[in-house]
């Protein structure tokens, strides 16, 4: 598995601008894919976006045209560029990789969390 470190997240008016970013380190060489998921107070934790190491990206539907999710194969990083941000935004984000490995004897598939960053959109 991997450990995940997210960086950037805070407060932001309305239409206004966030980056959020994350790094793995340990067995990145296993990562499929990347991705950020967001709990708001007492929902579930729902899928934001994610980024295949082919740079393939999924979005949910309430964030297409505002956010951008970029990975980075050699620096095993992800950021997700959140424009037009709305009160509906307002949640824990959190970093996601997917990942495992395949031999002829078995294979392995493995999910690792970030600890979450704040991102608060507030007047």
């Known amino acids: 598995q991997v450990q995940l470190v997210e960086s950037g997240g805070g407060s932001v008016q309305p239409g206004g601008s966030l980056r959020l970013s994350c790094a793995a380190s340990?067995?990145?060489?296993?990562?499929?894919?990347m991705g950020w998921y967001r709990q708001a107070p007492g929902k579930q934790r729902d899928l934001v976006a994610t980024?295949?190491?082919?740079?393939?990206?999924n979005y949910a539907a309430s964030v297409k045209g505002r956010f951008t999710i970029s990975g980075d194969n050699a620096k095993n990083t992800v950021s997700l560029q959140m424009n037009f941000l709305q009160r509906e935004d307002t949640a824990v984000y959190y970093c996601?990789?997917?990942?495992?490995?395949?031999?002829?004897?078995?294979?392995?598939?493995?999910?690792?969390w970030g600890q979450g960053t704040q991102v608060t959109v507030s007047s």
């Open positions: 996601r990789a997917e990942g495992g490995i395949t031999t002829p004897e078995k294979t392995e598939r493995w999910g690792s």
């Open positions: 340990g067995s990145t060489s296993e990562i499929n894919s």
């Open positions: 980024v295949t190491r082919s740079g393939s990206t």
